[in-house]
Antibody, heavy 120, light 107 residues
């Protein structure tokens, strides 16, 4: 069974840091591009970071403007894991963060999500 | 950034009726348009990809159409379990974007 399980969410003060992890199983993780998508409470969906499959020249990475310079996406193919390092967190980063596999041009499956709350 | 606009924002229909959900892009997304269904407290689930291909396990009452900038998700005969928020999504150009969603209520 293809599965993505996020962890690492929690409550953090403004300006603080968190590292989200996503454990992948049931598929050849290294062969897929991956994304982090977030959803603020009661709001819609926002792609915050993308990472391509690993290449000898390094992965291609994109960030949403809202997180550029503060968030870092990375992957560990040996351990079938995806990460999101989040620094300088702001109240507007409060959201459920989903780890999502990209298959050609669509997102499937999605993890169950992990809640990040930025509050003093 | 490619902006996706969905209409209507809310749709209230009875079981057995036909639902038509629209998604319009601010520029062409080619065929890189997908639809997702999200129920309360759950992660989004893939319904349709590359406009009109149904994802695994999705009933035949769901269909997608369109091209370029105008797309439609049709549910031919509504079931109570179709109550959810439906998002369209483009993966043609970064930042990959989602529409604001259509909330479908089954009376």
């Amino acid at each position: 069974e293809v599965q993505l399980v996020e962890s690492g969410g929690g409550v953090v003060q403004p300006g603080g840091s968190l590292r989200l992890s996503c454990a992948a199983s049931g598929f050849a993780f290294s062969s897929y591009e991956m994304n982090w998508v977030r959803q603020a409470p009661g709001k819609g969906l926002e792609c915050v970071a993308f990472i391509s499959r690993s290449k000898s020249s390094g992965s291609t990475i994109f960030y949403a403007d809202s997180v550029k310079g503060r968030f870092t996406i990375s992957r560990d193919d040996a351990n079938n894991s995806l990460y999101l390092q989040m620094n300088s967190l702001r109240a507007e980063d409060t959201a459920v963060y989903y780890c999502v596999r990209e298959t050609s041009t669509w997102f499937d499956p999605w993890g169950q999500g992990t809640l990040v709350t930025v509050s003093s | 950034e490619i902006v996706l606009t969905q209409s209507p924002a809310t749709l209230s229909l009875s079981p057995g009726e036909r639902a038509t959900l629209s998604c319009r892009a601010s520029q062409s997304v080619s065929s890189y348009l997908a639809w997702y269904q999200q129920k309360p407290g759950q992660a989004p689930r893939l319904l349709m990809y590359v406009v009109s291909s149904r994802a695994a396990g999705i009933p035949a009452r769901f269909s997608g159409s369109g091209s370029g900038t105008d797309f439609t998700l049709t549910i031919s005969s509504l079931e109570p379990e179709d109550s959810a928020v439906y998002y369209c999504h483009q993966r043609n150009k970064w930042p990959f974007t989602f529409g604001p969603g259509t909330k479908l209520e089954i009376k």
